[in-house]
């Protein structure tokens, strides 16, 4: 055990504020792992809820772990040493439960690693029964996790709220044996025990899901149902995170719109509005302590009363800023206040570059109401846009980004025109990002749009687009897109793969040397009646799902 990392935990605790969660003993001990560094987990807000309720339960102890960042993995390497938990400084392999927090594929590459990192065999069936119980949730997990189902001997498939109490009870109980205690465990709600069932495959495609005896067909994705749940918010603050000096209050969950590209508004369904009473308690705690508020929602300005929360904050001495809003759902008072609260940069989503797409994509608004949501910002001296497009949506052709560059220009005169008049800086930041099938929206069945295709209308937009001052192009990486597809739509036939690829150190070796055709998982279109990796999930309305793919396409009958 290495001293420089017990001391780098030990200032990475003081620098933290925040109500004392953990407490040095219990019945059950876990250590909640965030997949990723330090900083990128606690900027996460579902991460650090699911931390406070894990602690909150009776006799249960959480600590936390995360990736190791790259000077502590190169002392773990000097000095043989193994992973530690933050707060007791503990192996991860000594505590009875290890739970990972997955909010994003990409991370599943780092499962192996950290597995690799603590001395625990990375495939639950190469586990004993005096190892650490291998629990993992998240929206990742919750929207396929065949990928890394192998590693896993449980999933909580839903939200974190209606799970924990149960699962955490069971395993306080504890039973006779792995086997009884994961077979209870599958009757509980929103709990995926992936030994239970056996996939069967033919080519690229999954055949059947085979339940063992006595486990549900399909496992129900489960959401928290309680109107007076206290809203998710920052329970640690610290300066290393994405959100440095804010308190950050998640105001509704899920989305009401149903745009037909988009998981949240699928998996969070029904949407929830937290309580205002709930809600303004948080918020004037964290105008009290002296923090920007940050109010977290897939849509702000869908919030009841928006406005008047806002005016409020700023009434109350304090500043806020917003995640995102609805461009034909904006609220005066909410775009006053954020000026007074020195709001510099708004984001806005299109998404599609050109009406037909924005139909196509459901997402129910058109030009004239992106041009007018760009004039109240502007109009309120808010001059830097963020702007969210997407490209490569299944039918798009060139003639759609054409329109996007056009819709850009016509944005751009607008915001020069006002920096000119009041003499100040305007910029429109443009934010392109491929097309990814997700599971649980009507798109799942699309493929991805081909790389080297992104790649040149990547090039026409850069060649339309960077010649005009104030505006600045970025653009997701097709490869790293690629490889989210893949993940999103994979099945556990790539869990040797991640294995593998921790070992030698590249992803792309892995699939080279295992000749893994990974372009049929991404860009193949999957016929409606073909079995899905995800399929065994109860997680929403398939007839709704299939009927507004159809009708996407206009084969709906």
């Known amino acids: 055990m290495s001293w420089k990392i017990i001391e780098k935990r030990r200032s990475t605790l003081a620098a933290e504020s925040g109500e004392q969660l953990g407490h040095r003993g219990g019945r059950l001990s876990c250590c909640l792992v965030y997949p990723n560094r330090y900083h990128a987990g606690m900027s996460n807000l579902g991460f650090q809820t699911v931390y406070a309720l894990m602690n909150a339960h009776p006799e249960v102890v959480c ?89 896993l001997d449980l999933v909580c498939v839903g939200e974190a709220e209606p799970v924990l109490s149960g699962l955490l009870e069971l395993l306080k109980e504890g ?30 495609s999954l055949v059947s899901m085979q339940p063992a005896a006595g486990a549900p067909v399909r496992v129900r994705r489960v959401w928290d149902t309680e ?17 440095s000096g804010m308190h950050l209050v998640e105001i509704s969950r899920g989305c009401p719109r149903g745009c037909r590209f988009c998981a949240a508004g699928f998996i969070y369904l ?12 948080e918020v004037m705690k964290g105008v009290a302590e002296g923090r920007k508020v940050g109010l977290v929602a897939a849509a702000v300005s869908d919030y009841p009363a928006i406005g008047d929360l806002c005016q409020e904050i700023v009434a109350a001495g304090g500043k806020f800023s917003v995640s995102s809003f609805r461009i034909d759902h904006y609220d005066a008072g909410m775009i006053e206040a954020l000026k007074a609260s020195g709001q510099k940069t708004v984001s806005l989503a299109p998404e599609g570059g050109s009406q037909r797409l924005r139909d196509l994509i459901r997402k129910g608004i058109n030009e004239e109401q992106i041009l007018s949501a760009c004039d109240m910002l502007i109009g309120h001296d808010i001059l830097n846009l963020k ?32 920096a000119r008049a009041n003499k100040r800086l ?48 970025q653009m997701e990486s097709p490869r790293e897109a690629y490889q989210q597809a893949l993940f999103s739509r ?50 929403g309305d398939t007839a709704r799902l299939e009927r507004e793919y159809l009708r996407a396409f206009g084969e709906d009958s």
């Open 387 to 418: 702007l969210y497009f997407i490209i490569g949506l299944p039918t798009e052709t060139y003639q759609d980004l054409e329109e996007m560059v056009v819709l850009v220009e016509k944005i751009r005169e607008r915001v020069v025109a006002a």
């Open 63 to 151: 600590d936390r772990a995360f990736l190791p960042d790259k000077d502590e993995l190169d002392e773990l390497q000097r000095s043989r040493g193994t992973l530690l938990s933050l707060e007791s400084q503990r192996p991860l392999s000594s505590f009875d439960v290890v739970a990972f927090s997955v909010s994003f594929e990409s991370d599943y590459l780092n499962l192996p690693a950290i597995f690799r990192l603590s001395g625990i065999p990375p495939l639950a069936a190469d586990r004993s029964p005096l190892q650490p119980l291998i629990v993992a949730g998240g929206a990742a997990l919750f929207l396929n996790p065949e990928p890394v189902a192998p590693l």
């Open 175 to 204: 039973a006779e044996s792995r086997d009884d205690l994961l077979r209870n465990a599958a009757s509980l709600p929103g709990i995926y025990v992936p030994s239970l069932y056996q996939p069967v495959y033919q080519g690229t």
């Open 227 to 243: 109107e007076k749940s206290l809203p998710s918010v920052t329970e640690i603050h610290t300066e290393a995170t994405e959100f």
């Open 426 to 473: 305007g910029d429109i930041q443009l934010s392109v990002n491929p097309f990814i099938p997700k599971p649980f929206t009507p798109f799942q069945w699309c493929g991805m749009e081909e790389n080297k295709s992104l790649e040149k209308k990547w090039k026409f937009l850069q060649k339309a687009l960077g010649r005009l001052s104030n505006v600045k192009l």
């Open 270 to 281: 029904p949407y929830r509005s937290r309580s205002p009473e709930l809600v303004r308690e």
């Open 490 to 539: 994979g099945d556990r036939r790539l869990a040797p793969l991640l294995i593998e690829a921790d070992r030698r150190g590249s992803w792309k070796e892995a699939v080279r040397e295992a000749r893994f055709d990974s372009d049929s998982f991404v860009y193949r279109d999957i016929p409606l009646d073909e079995p899905l990796p995800w399929g065994f999930i109860e997680g």
